[in-house]
């Protein structure tokens, strides 16, 4: 497998989520080009007006000077997904895909598993720059509509100002064209993400961003079945099921309302 020992975004929370919009494209001219419309008079003076029009030239300036910063940045990561070894070729191809599946509004389903085993040794970074190089001809090219599955296995995988950076780093049209993404069996850091934006996010948010315990909830959004998800995926989903289901029973003989129970999920594979 793919093994690296610095690892700039392992563990910790989840993907890159869209918490606003970033205001770039890589297929669009960056250059500087001066604004010569008239700015909008304010007042009749006519030094207000010159600063008025001074201002935003500058602003001008600043947003297309941000451009190219953001639009280099992307460039380097489809770069980097261009330039993988043979090996990470191989590894990542199982890891990251487009999938048979559809949403139940036609759009095309990317699923991101990195593996349970040595998951802490995947490089992050990498493996996401190898995703956006998938993505980019249907999404960015095509403009065309997405959404993502990422499986985590209850498992910390990024650490949140590595992927904050990583976001910073996509084009627009991944924002714009993305349906949702859905995280399965979220780490205990996305259930903390959700939990701190519940009283800020807007409604359009928790949209985008969804979580499922299971499977199956996924049936709601898109073709499970399309996504032909690992064995160790279902075998891990079926173990939350037991212990779900075992723990229910001992709480319930010891008198306790079993809805006020979260299921413990420790590691499976030292069951």
Same mark, same amino acid.
């Given at each position: 497998g793919v093994i690296s020992t610095c690892n700039p975004m392992s563990d910790d929370t989840g993907p890159a989520q869209r918490l606003g919009e970033i205001g770039w494209s890589a297929d669009v001219e960056t250059s500087y080009v001066e604004d010569v419309s008239e700015p909008q008079v304010l007042s009749r003076s006519s030094s207000e007006v010159h600063s008025r029009g001074f201002c935003r030239h500058r602003c001008r300036a600043r947003e297309t000077g941000?451009? /190219?910063?953001?639009t280099r940045r992307y460039r380097d990561l489809i770069r980097l997904a261009a330039e993988l070894s043979e090996e990470e070729l191989a590894d990542f191809s199982t890891w990251a895909r487009w999938s048979k599946s559809k949403?139940? =509004?036609?759009?095309?389903? *990317?699923?991101?598993?990195?593996?349970?085993?040595d998951a802490g040794h995947v490089d992050m970074w990498r493996l996401c720059a190898y995703a956006l190089g998938q993505m980019h001809e $249907?999404?960015? =090219? $095509?403009n065309e509509s997405f959404a993502v599955v990422w499986v985590q296995l209850n498992d $910390?995988?990024?650490?949140?100002? /590595?992927?904050?950076? *990583?976001?910073?780093?996509? $084009?627009?049209r991944l924002f714009d064209k993305c349906e949702a993404v859905h995280v399965v069996h979220p780490s205990w850091g996305i259930h903390a993400l959700r939990l701190l934006l519940w009283p800020f996010a807007r409604d359009e948010y928790w949209d985008l961003f969804q979580a499922h315990e299971r499977i199956e909830f996924l049936d709601s959004y898109l073709d499970v079945r399309g996504l032909e998800l690992p064995?160790?995926?279902l075998k891990y989903d079926r173990f939350l099921d037991d212990r779900s289901e075992l723990l229910h029973h001992e709480v319930a003989a010891m008198g306790i309302p079993t809805g006020s129970v979260v299921p413990h999920t420790q590691d499976y594979r030292e069951e």
């Open positions: 941000a451009e /190219s910063g953001d949403t139940k =509004l036609g759009a095309r389903v *990317f699923v991101l598993v990195p593996p349970a085993e $249907h999404v960015v =090219l $095509h $910390h995988r990024i650490w949140p100002w /590595s992927a904050w950076r *990583f976001r910073g780093c996509l $084009h627009q064995e160790e995926v």
